[in-house]
């Protein structure tokens, strides 16, 4: 168990609906990375956020958004769906600046029908 | 911005026999990290081993090595007596060493290892 923990394991939605994914990172890390893992593509990296502040954007479409609360919890807004927003979306959580293992959660399997 | 590449897209390996598993890496940076990670059938993402680009000396841990190539820009993986459980797809990915180390991991495509009983 890598402590940190995503939710839900498993969604299925329809074209153009709007779904968001959660997670809470290890206790005391301030790091967030949200990263989508396709088939065709790879794991590709997302969005980071530090201590509530976004850090880094990577490969993210307009269409989808993130934020981290107070508490460090991180949320993953994806809207107006896709068939090709089909894919594992992976957080993963490092302590901040004398960190640089991060941890993975279990994923959560977004399937757009 | 940094690539990392895996050449190997699938290999496989019999039973208590070795395997080396390639990556490459192309960066202009000189403090890095480097990373294995293992994905199993059950998705969940795995650190098998790291390497800090300063340390001359590779990284071991228990069946699992490192062969780090710095100027070469080379991070293969070894695993030694390789067993069933080791069955799985394994990434290499590269982290800057900028901002204390605290930014996101690029990841290779992956090398999916069948281990055969």
Redesign the interface.
């Given at each position: 168990d890598?402590g940190v923990t995503q939710t839900p394991k498993h969604l299925i939605t329809a074209t153009g609906q709007r779904v968001t994914l959660r997670c809470s990172p290890r206790s005391g890390d301030l790091?967030v990375?949200w990263?989508q893992q396709s088939l065709d593509q790879?794991?590709q990296?997302l969005i980071?956020y530090?201590n509530g502040e976004e850090?880094?954007k990577?490969n993210i479409l307009e269409r989808f958004s993130a934020q981290q609360f107070p508490d460090l919890h991180s949320e993953l807004n994806l809207s107006s769906l896709e068939l090709g927003d089909s894919a594992?979306y992976?957080c993963?959580s490092?302590v901040?600046?004398?960190?640089?293992?991060?941890?993975?959660g279990?994923?959560t399997?977004l399937t757009v029908v | 911005a940094q690539t990392v590449t895996q050449s190997q897209p699938e290999m496989s390996v019999q039973e208590a026999e070795t395997v080396t598993l390639s990556c490459t890496y192309d960066t202009s940076e000189s403090d890095y990290?480097l990373?294995w990670?293992k994905q199993p059938p059950?998705?969940?993402?795995?650190?098998v081993i790291?390497q800090?680009a300063y340390k001359q000396q590779n990284a071991t841990e228990n069946r699992f090595s490192v062969n780090f190539q710095k100027a070469a820009k080379s991070f293969s993986l070894k695993i030694s007596d390789s067993q069933l459980g080791d069955a799985a797809m394994y990434?290499c990915a590269y982290?800057s060493g900028k901002?204390?180390?605290?930014?996101?991991?690029?990841?290779?495509?992956?090398t999916r290892l069948s281990v055969i009983a």
């Open positions: 890598s790091s990375y990263y790879g794991l990296f980071q530090y850090r880094a990577g594992l992976f993963a490092s901040g600046l004398q960190g640089w293992e991060a941890f993975f279990q994923g399997r | 990290y990373f990670y059950s998705r969940q993402m795995i650190l790291r800090e990434f982290r901002g204390s180390g605290n930014t996101p991991l690029v990841f290779g495509k992956g």
